[in-house]
């Protein structure tokens, strides 16, 4: 088992549920424009799938907020505990210096006791596996998260910002090991 995350394959049950919820989901603003939302690539329901099904797996106790009546404000409440799900498409498996982002737009809105990450590796237009890498709390996120403005390219690794985030790098998470321990409290 990686200490960084925990891989998981991603079944096409998965898949299909996750592209089910998004069907008919529209968001105002998505990092990743329609791309996070559209039933053809559902990127978000796909990470919020996979850890609700993950926490379960783990005889966590999950309420699936995102259809509830605080649905803007966090995804899942976990044993009590507010998480909102965050979730990046990728090419390559995640490295430690690679960031995780929270947008801006619903910051101040969106105030979970944790963010948990997942990062989604896809082979063309096909989604193989999951990251499951690990959350951080929103103080947390506060206080060690780099803001990025729209337009603003990251000195650390020439990224160009097409929203406005806080990112934080996988290494500063707590680990997934770490946070189902915190989650089981």
């Given at each position: 088992m990686n200490i960084l995350y925990e891989e998981v394959e991603l079944t096409e049950?998965?898949?299909?549920?996750?592209?089910?919820?998004?069907?008919?989901?529209r968001f105002k603003k998505?990092?990743?424009?329609?791309?996070?939302t559209e039933s053809r690539k559902p990127v978000g329901a796909i990470g919020e799938t996979v850890l609700i099904d993950y926490l379960k797996g783990k005889e966590i106790d999950v309420i699936d907020n995102r259809e509830g009546k605080d649905a803007t404000k966090y995804d899942l409440l976990?044993?009590?505990?507010?998480?909102?799900?965050?979730?990046?498409?990728?090419?390559?498996?995640?490295?430690?210096?690679?960031?995780?982002?929270?947008?801006?737009?619903?910051?101040t809105h969106q105030i979970p006791d944790w963010f948990y990450f997942i990062s989604l590796y896809r082979e063309e237009h096909k989604y193989k596996r999951a990251y499951i890498l690990g959350g951080i709390t929103y103080k947390e996120l506060e206080d060690?998260?780099?803001?990025?403005?729209?337009?603003?390219?990251?000195?650390?690794?020439?990224?160009?910002?097409?929203?406005?985030?806080?990112?934080?790098?996988?290494n500063k998470l707590v680990s997934n090991t770490s946070m189902l321990n915190l989650l089981k409290l």
């Open positions: 049950d998965c898949l299909s549920r996750a592209a089910k919820y998004a069907e008919d989901i998505s990092i990743r424009g329609d791309g996070g976990v044993n009590g505990k507010k998480v909102e799900v965050k979730t990046k498409d990728r090419t390559v498996s995640p490295k430690p210096y690679y960031e995780c982002s929270v947008p801006l737009y619903n910051h060690e998260g780099v803001v990025m403005m729209d337009g603003d390219v990251d000195t650390r690794n020439g990224w160009a910002c097409n929203e406005s985030c806080i990112n934080i790098t996988i």
